[in-house]
T-cell receptor, first 112, second 114 residues
Framework: DTAVSQTPKYLVTQMGNDKSIKCEQN?????MYWYKQDSKKFLKIMFS???????INETVPNRFSPKSPDKAHLNLHINSLELGDSAVYFC???????????FGQGTRLTVV | AQSVTQPDIHITVSEGASLELRCNYS??????LFWYVQSPGQGLQLLLK??????LVQGIKGFEAEFKRSQSSFNLRKPSVHWSDAAEYFC????????????FGAGTILRVKS
């Protein structure tokens, strides 16, 4: 009964490949997010969706494409992976009325 | 622009000693404020939050934080640290008018010595 779950937990892939990370939340929240944590542990928002509608796209390269099939799911697809994409990607969700975000366990992406 | 500053990159305290982690924010209004903890290889767990009202808020694991509007601060405290508190702590500002996003500080790594 994990609240925010994302898969896979680890992802190792070669440069140029395309990969996806999936996220699901069972909290009934309307808003979902993707955050990126870089090698210095700095966390920055990438995208947010509210009821399947894109709200924030924080100047992320268009190789990154989020997709929200319904308000409980927010997937992240990355094309043409680059070395600099190596990071931990966190999915999160929050209710619409505040910003209290609940985070998944993260996906550690390593591009070699 | 909105920002969050955690001035201490690392802090080391002895087990049983008190702890204070500093957080300052830059924002025009009173934001929502949060402290999260991240253990190695783990996700982010919410310790406590401030939305409004009483400026001293209690959280999980014996942590508390005090919001001081005049200082734009939201410092995290614990009276007696346990070895299991060793982790990285992140302060965050929640911005409703910016798509409900969180802006995080750079984090403070807490080491606990026995």
């Amino acid at each position: 009964d994990t609240a925010v779950s994302q898969t896979p937990k680890y992802l190792v892939t070669q440069m140029g490949n395309d990969k996806s990370i999936k996220c699901e939340q069972n909290l009934g929240h309307d808003t979902m997010y993707w955050y990126k944590q870089d090698s210095k542990k700095f966390l920055k928002i990438m995208f947010s969706y509210n009821n399947k509608e894109l709200i924030i796209n924080e100047t992320v390269p268009n190789r990154f494409s989020p997709k929200s099939p319904d308000k409980a799911h927010l997937n992240l697809h990355i094309n043409s992976l680059e070395l600099g994409d190596s990071a931990v990607y966190f999915c999160a969700s929050s209710p619409s009325e505040n910003t209290e975000a609940f985070f998944g366990q993260g996906t550690r992406l390593t591009v070699v | 622009a909105q920002s969050v500053t955690q001035p201490d990159i690392h802090i080391t305290v002895s087990e049983g000693a008190s702890l204070e982690l500093r957080c300052n924010y830059s924002y025009g209004a009173t934001p929502y404020l949060f402290w999260y903890v991240q253990s190695p290889g783990q996700g982010l767990q919410l310790l406590l939050k401030y939305f409004s009202g009483d400026t001293l808020v209690q959280g999980i694991k014996g942590f508390e934080a005090e919001f001081k509007r005049s200082q734009s601060s939201f410092n995290l405290r614990k009276p007696s640290v346990h070895w299991s508190d060793a982790a990285e702590y992140f302060c965050a500002v929640g911005l409703m008018e910016y798509g409900n996003k969180l802006v995080f500080g750079a984090g403070t790594i807490l080491r606990v010595k026995s």
